[in-house]
């Protein structure tokens, strides 16, 4: 079992303190809950966003606007065959160009280390996951389209081109293998040399549960396969991967500005496995970051060149990568081949699912590669349902292709397509409609805590009253008369429903140790009250679109009773904020924002004192409300000011007994993951004669439990139904079998537009606040994304079916060519 | 990019001029041209920028009422007032999006004969005559296959004349990533005939079906559209089968001819 | 290296430009104006439009040299002139038509453009127009949105309110 069991409803939580367990109030009491919605500021009110102001104006501050006396600029000499041995690479020409100050080779990083995989995995048979090495330039070997093999500092960006081009390599072209197919073929060319094998490793989840589930299958009355495709995605934040890399000779610090969610852990890698430089000459910062949605969690080697160079050079070294290079060397995203079987009885009762996959890893593991297809996919595959028998086989592969990492809901959108494609497939085979067979098995209310046999512990949900809340919102009552709408314009139409579950809040750090993780997962804040009251919080979590500069205060603001103007949100710079794992996996409000209920908690501890002393009152009286702290059953009280003053001048100050200062820092490691779940509607219309889908209405109902913003976390989901809906009607990442990429730009890769997607209708009503962490928060960030392509593949075999067409399956992308072929059959 | 040297002449004949250097290049809109060059897969040595002649702006009708469309009239501009030929205007409202309509010219699109652009299917439909500064090319001889055309080296174009059809439509069906023509169907209608123009389809580029327009020369209507064309020849790629792109050549030339009303 | 002016948001300003040297580069680079930003090199993500004479152009698809002696509107010169956010700044701000930012300031841009040309545009017709602006962040829900509260429309009835 993963995860901890919590008192459910509790009114009250744990945490440690000096290794004594205290126990706290949650926030917001649930019995206030309702009361205060709709509020205009603290939790439950949505604000507007403070740092829109500056993003609205153009006065943001991303890493590519910031440039620096005496600063140089970086160009990399980038492999254009998929796999070749690097036979030469003569800089002398390049370094004779005019503005070049330096050109660097693999050679020059023989002797440091790798960018490392995060998570160890063992295969089924015991052995340990293969390792190759991540240089950070390519020496030997290139391995992908793209892989630099060298860089040129020059005065100029333009200057560093032109000598780029004049770097010359002999390259040896060798057999490439860009599918998992092809990899792991007979004879196949390997990715790496010293580890003889493109297998990474071949997993099982739960090994113990294959008998069973291979023998529930074979006695199973009725069984459903499909065999499908998750399409490879390029992540594209809309800003490039850009970092400057600085160093000052007088200290020997390093400054690294970064287009990073999470400084930190960049700043650990490169420290502890890159470049070696001690990680307290290093600061790494993320100032506005444009989107990352996974792409920006990893480490690179461009980071690590412009500080080698930087360091070499004494002067900045800017790089910026410009969208070619993002679709050559960003990590992808997705890329799973699955076969997948649900066994059921008759009546449609789920008895097993079998899967067995194949993820293709890349080149090189990125540092989220090997958990991603992992944990973060095949723990999931009960999905929201009692399922007794589930097993995941899953083979991770090296190809000749850009690394794949955690992309926007990373492993999960590939459970939740495969289950809920399978289930829509079986409910067409058993005819019994989709929702009713959902809802006929999934798990109860009063069935949680839950234990799957993939071994997560569900805290909580009620996906009945999700699904219901998705009924009256998508209006799916009125479908078969817009169906007759539609087909009176000689368009099909079609609904697909599915239902969804994921684990996020990542993750408490003993379970993640056990299965193999080489970090912790806990995140850290620090709230500093400065002498005038105002505070400063300062997060591990990274915001680059989320909003925490509005939602964090929103949560201190409710705590303390004040307003949240006099709240700063500090983030991004390993120098003034504590060591927190950034932002990923829908994980800021649940693990970082319960480190700010902490940190929160101890100021209130601390401020409670004070107000004690300059009351003569005792402690136990003390009560806090609207930012003034009062003595019980008195007229006594002091406001918020005047503590934070008196802790920072502290006359008259009992100093034996109180530090002075008002400053708190808080680690908040999850009991649990936390378990988001929602059911999706989408309705296609489809054009029989050029099977061009257009999206017609889209309904997400979600269980984010307690909400702190709805209006931020509504364009949360908003955001993620739109990568999800591209990635079921539109985004393709494809090579061809030599490793060339063919959607390299977006005038092949086709990215979701304002035109391709209705107004979506979102609710977070039907909630089941989380039961273990402070505030009852769940996550909502990668929901969207994880929750809509099945839908969205639901509907237009729904619709294909009602115009007479034998259609079954359609893989991601669903294109106009590729209904027309399957209209054809 | 390579650097080249930067040139806006004010006349048709000082831009002759400058392009006879050596990889000199002329410079439209730009909308094509500049990717290209930041890919770094051109190096001319000079760009003669070509939208400053004033001569070259506009659209009028002559008195053959063909209308006249200066080379460096952008897409915005003819989709402005081009209500003379109102199935062309829509084409050029229709090409890329607002902010390249408003730097893309004419000129730019045919002297580039993009095998997925618009402008050479309205031009060749229309049997349009491009204009250079040293002679008249009729649309049939002008577009030679996927990014050739009858221009010689430094030759530009000035203007580009077209038949008003008593009917016209054209049907575009975009390519999902670029909104480029996956295949896009001109059809004119002229008292003399009807002329069928098909781009995004053929490997060699834009081109006439000759089956489609006897069937519409003798009855305009949309049944009367052949069944699909060989897809032999077609383009294949990531967006569409050869065999899709001639399926789409049919509907889009019915649809067009429904259009027409 | 040759020298061009041009009026940037009401104000005259110089700066250095070679042949290929791009507006956008001009821009951010020569006269530090980081607000319009470059997200692609095929022209099609929008990041990059400015107002160029009048019209919505993108700047990372013009030469600096092709730009001399024009007028130039970028997001830092949209704001009133007592620094509060203008109608479409505001409409983004109170529907929370952004998220990272990074496409913003061609969205406001764009938007300038459309309701200059229909000041009272459908939704379909803002969705059309945003034909080379992408967002990967909001899936354009509320962008939709902002731009038509930004035109006075009442966007109450919109799903999700």
New interface residues.
């Given amino acids: 079992m993963l995860g901890v069991a919590s008192e459910e409803g509790a009114a009250v939580c744990e945490y440690f303190e000096n290794n004594e367990r205290v126990w706290c109030a949650k926030w917001p009491a649930s019995d206030q809950w309702e009361d205060n919605m709709p509020k205009d500021h603290g939790i439950g009110a949505s604000p ?2 403070r ?10 501050n ?1 890493t ?2 910031i ?1 620096q006396r005496g600063q140089t600029f970086a160009a990399f000499a980038r492999s254009n065959v998929a796999n070749g041995a690097i036979r030469s690479v003569n800089t002398s020409v390049a370094e004779a160009m005019p503005g070049v100050v330096a050109v660097f080779t693999g050679e020059d990083f023989v002797d440091v280390g790798g960018n490392p995989a995060g998570w160890y995995i063992e295969s089924r048979d015991g052995t340990p996951m293969k390792e190759p090495k991540r240089p950070v330039l390519a020496h030997g070997k290139v391995r992908h389209v793209g892989d630099a093999y060298a860089a040129v500092i020059a005065e100029t960006l ?1 200057q560093a ?2 000598a780029v ?1 004049a770097i010359e390599a002999d390259i040896e072209e060798l057999p490439a293998v860009a599918t998992c197919a092809a990899a792991l073929a007979d004879g196949a060319s390997l990715v790496h040399d010293e580890i003889e094998t493109n297998m990474v490793f071949d997993w099982g989840w739960i090994e113990d549960n294959r008998a069973a589930t291979d023998e529930a299958i074979k006695n199973a009355p009725h069984v459903t396969t499909l065999e499908l495709v998750n399409n490879r995605l390029v992540p ?5 991967r850009a970092s400057i890399g600085d160093y000052n000779r007088g200290t020997g610090d390093y400054t690294l500005h970064t287009t990073s969610q999470n400084p930190h852990l960049t700043r650990l890698l490169i420290s502890a496995f890159v470049m070696g430089i001690p990680e307290n000459k290093l600061t790494v910062i993320a100032p ?4 990352g ?1 996974g792409s920006k969690i990893y480490h690179y080697g461009e980071e690590a060149l412009v500080l080698a160079a930087a360091k070499k050079l004494g002067r900045p070294v800017k790089w910026t990568a ?3 290079e993002s679709f050559l060397t960003d990590a992808h995203g997705r890329d799973h081949v699955t076969k997948i079987e649900l066994a059921t009885e008759e009546d449609g009762t789920f008895i097993a699912i079998r899967t067995e996959t194949l993820a293709n890893v890349g080149a090189y593991l990125s540092n989220f590669a090997t958990v991603t297809p992992t944990f973060l996919h095949g723990t999931l595959m009960a999905g929201n349902y009692t399922v007794p028998n589930v097993y995941v086989n899953l083979k991770a592969v090296l190809t000749n292709t850009a690394p794949v990492d955690a992309y926007r809901g990373a492993g999960r959108p590939e459970a939740t397509y495969s289950i809920e494609r399978v289930i829509d497939k079986c409910a067409r085979e058993l005819k019994i409609d989709p929702i009713a067979l959902r809802r006929k098995n999934f798990i109860k209310p009063d069935q949680f805590p839950y234990t799957t046999p993939v071994a997560l512990e569900y805290d909580i949900g009620n996906y009945d009253a999700v699904m219901d809340k998705l009924e009256e919102i998508g209006d799916l009552a009125g479908f078969a008369a817009r169906r007759a709408e539609s087909e009176a314009r000689g368009k099909l139409r079609g609904l697909g429903v599915n239902s969804y579950i994921e684990a996020c809040g990542i993750a408490p750090s003993n379970l993640v140790g056990v299965l193999g993780a080489r970090v912790g997962l806990y995140d850290a804040a620090t709230v500093r009250v400065n002498a005038t009251g105002s505070l400063a919080v300062m997060v591990g979590a990274h915001s ?4 925490h500069e509005t939602a964090f205060p929103q949560v201190v603001a409710e705590m303390l009773g004040i307003d949240e103007g006099q709240i700063e949100i500090v983030h991004g710079d390993t120098s003034k904020i504590p060591f927190g794992m950034g932002t990923y996996g829908s994980r800021s409000l649940a693990v970082c924002g319960s480190a700010v209920v902490r940190a929160t908690e101890k100021i209130i501890n601390k401020a409670k004192k004070i107000a004690a002393h300059m009351m003569e009152a005792a402690e136990a009286d003390i009560e806090l409300k609207d930012g003034t702290f009062s003595v019980a059953g008195t007229d006594k009280s002091v406001a918020w000011g005047e503590v934070a003053l008196k802790a920072y001048v502290p006359h008259q100050f009992p100093i034996e007994d109180i530090e002075p200062g008002l400053e708190e820092t808080a680690f908040y490691d999850p009991a649990n993951f936390t378990y988001p779940s929602g059911a999706y509607a989408c309705e296609v219309e489809v054009d029989p ?4 889908v257009t999206v017609e209405r889209f309904a997400a109902a979600d269980d984010f439990g307690n909400v702190i913003n709805p ?2 976390v ?2 949360q989901v ?6 999800g ?1 591209g990635q079921a009607l ?1 985004e ?1 990442c ?1 090579y061809d079998d030599d490793g060339q990429l ?2 390299a ?13 209705p ?5 977070h009503s039907a909630k089941t606040p989380c039961t273990h962490n402070p505030l009852g928060v769940k996550g909502c960030g990668e929901a ?1 994304a994880i929750g809509s392509p099945p839908s969205v593949v639901n509907a237009v075999v729904d619709a294909l079916q009602s115009g007479g067409h034998d259609v079954t399956h359609i893989d991601m992308p669903v ?3 590729r209904v ?2 399957a209209m054809q059959k | 990019m390579y650097n080249f040297e930067f040139e806006k002449p004010g006349s048709i004949a000082d831009a002759v001029a400058a392009l006879g250097s050596e990889d000199a290049q002329a410079l439209g809109g730009g909308q094509t041209l500049i990717p290209t060059l930041k890919q770094r897969l051109a190096a001319p040595s000079k760009l003669v920028s070509l939208t400053g002649i004033a001569e070259m702006q506009g659209v009028c009708m002559d008195d053959d009422g063909r209308m006249c469309i200066g080379a460096v009239t952008s897409h915005e501009d003819v989709a402005a007032q081009g209500a003379s030929y109102a199935a062309l205007a829509d084409l050029a409202g229709n090409i890329g999006d607002p902010a390249v309509r408003a730097r893309g010219t004419i000129g730019g699109s045919l002297a580039n004969n993009d095998p997925s652009a618009c402008y050479p299917a309205g031009a060749l439909a229309s049997g349009a005559t491009i204009v250079t500064n040293s002679r008249e090319i009729a649309a049939d001889d002008y577009f030679q296959g996927m990014f050739t055309t009858a221009l010689e080296e430094g030759e530009i174009i000035t203007d580009v004349k077209f038949p008003v059809p008593e009917a016209a439509n054209y049907q575009k069906f975009e390519q999902p990533a670029s909104r480029f023509a996956l295949v896009g169907v001109f059809v004119a209608k002229f008292a003399d005939g009807v002329r069928v123009a098909v781009t995004g389809a053929s490997e060699e580029g834009v081109h006439r079906w000759a089956a489609a327009e006897e069937a519409l020369s003798a009855n305009f209507s949309a049944d009367a559209v052949p069944d699909a064309p060989d897809a032999d020849g077609m383009i294949a790629d990531l967006h569409g089968t050869s065999a899709y792109r001639a399926h789409l050549v049919a509907v889009l030339t019915r649809r067009a001819v429904a259009a027409c009303g | 290296m040759s020298q061009v002016t041009m009026t940037v948001n009401g104000k005259e300003m110089s700066g250095d430009a070679e042949g290929r040297t791009l507006l956008s580069q001009f821009l951010r680079e020569e006269l530090d104006l980081t607000g319009t930003h470059v997200g692609c090199d095929t022209s099609q993500c929008g990041a990059c439009v400015v107002h160029v004479n009048g019209k919505a152009i993108k700047s990372c698809t013009m030469l600096a040299m092709e730009a001399d002696g024009a007028s130039v509107e970028t997001i830092e010169g949209q704001a009133e002139a007592d620094g509060s956010l203008n109608t479409i700044q505001q409409a983004f701000q109170d529907h929370h038509g952004l998220q990272c930012g990074f496409c913003t300031p061609g969205m406001v841009m764009t938007a300038a453009a459309l309701l200059k040309e229909n000041p009272t545009p459908s939704e379909a017709e803002i969705r059309d127009y945003l034909e080379g602006n992408i967002c990967r962040c909001t899936g354009y829900h509320n962008i939709v949105k902002a731009i038509m509260a930004a035109s006075g429309q009442d966007v109450g009835a919109i799903a999700a309110e």
């Avoid at chain 1, 740092?51 to 943001?60: I, M, N, P, S, Y």
């Avoid at chain 1, 594209?236 to 490039?240: I, L, S």
């Avoid at chain 1, 680059?544 to 909003?547: A, I, K, L, S, T």
């Avoid at chain 1, 004669?689 to 061009?692: F, L, N, R, V, W």
């Fill in positions: 507007k966003r740092e829109d102001v500056r993003f609205l104006t153009g006065a943001g991303y590519d606007d440039n333009d081109r032109d081009e594209n934040a809309m800003e490039p506005d970051v444009g989107g949605f410009d969208r070619s680059h679109g989320q909003g004669e050029t099977g061009k209006m931020i509504e364009g908003h955001g993620g139904l739109g990568q809906i539109l393709n494809i063919l959607s730009s977006y005038m092949d890769y086709a990215m979701p537009r304002a035109d391709d997607v107004f979506y209708a979102v609710d969207g294109s106009p060519s027309w072929a």
